[in-house]
């Protein structure tokens, strides 16, 4: 394995605009139903492909749909959020504007919905800012987003959980944002 130091959001970013895996972990182990950014596994929603292929790395059955989590302040240009001010844990599904549908298909539904989580500054500055990151490189202010765990296995809790997942699969890249660290194979 090969270390990285003093990775920036940006070159994060860049690898998941390239259509790269990035496993994503920091912070305190999440509870609830989703993952919500700090035990994460990120790829670009641009992908046509991309659900079949990130379920494939995952080792789960090709129909599972998979979520997005974006910047809060570009919910509405994105989806019709009902009048809901924000999704922070990713419990609401919405429809996506017919004009966007098209740009980020490997999070959409065939529905046309998507299940999202609107992420600030406050709530997570890490995954905000490489979020922000990948919208400033192409333009799409969300990530896709799906536990980072791979079929069959349970969620990811620490760190040795984190290298062991990424050393037995496919993911690409293993990020630490607090340690400003990305590791490859």
């Known amino acids: ?30 509870s609830g139903p989703r993952a919500l950014g700090n035990r994460s596994m990120l790829y670009t929603p641009t992908d046509p492909n991309g659900r079949d292929y990130v379920n494939q790395v995952k080792g789960r059955e090709y129909f599972r749909p998979l979520a997005a989590s974006m910047l809060h302040e570009y919910a509405n240009e994105w989806f019709d959020m009902l009048g809901i001010p924000e999704s922070p844990y990713m419990t609401f599904s919405f429809t996506c504007r017919e004009d966007k549908k098209g740009i980020i298909p490997s999070v959409i539904l065939v529905d046309g919905s998507c299940r999202i989580q609107t992420v600030t500054q406050q709530q997570n500055l890490h995954y905000y800012n490489l979020i922000k990151a990948f919208n400033d490189i192409t333009g799409v202010p969300m990530v896709l987003n799906t536990s980072l765990n791979l079929g069959g296995e349970p969620l990811v809790e620490t760190i ?26």
Request: charged share 30%; no cysteine; proline share 2%.
């Open 1 to 30: 394995m090969n270390v990285q130091e003093n990775i920036q959001y940006s070159d994060v970013a860049k690898l998941l605009a390239d259509k790269k895996i990035v496993a994503l972990f920091q912070g305190r182990s999440e």
């Open 160 to 185: 040795d959980d984190a290298f062991k997942t990424f050393a037995n699969s496919k993911i690409d890249y293993l990020y630490l944002p607090e340690l400003e660290l990305i590791v490859s194979k």
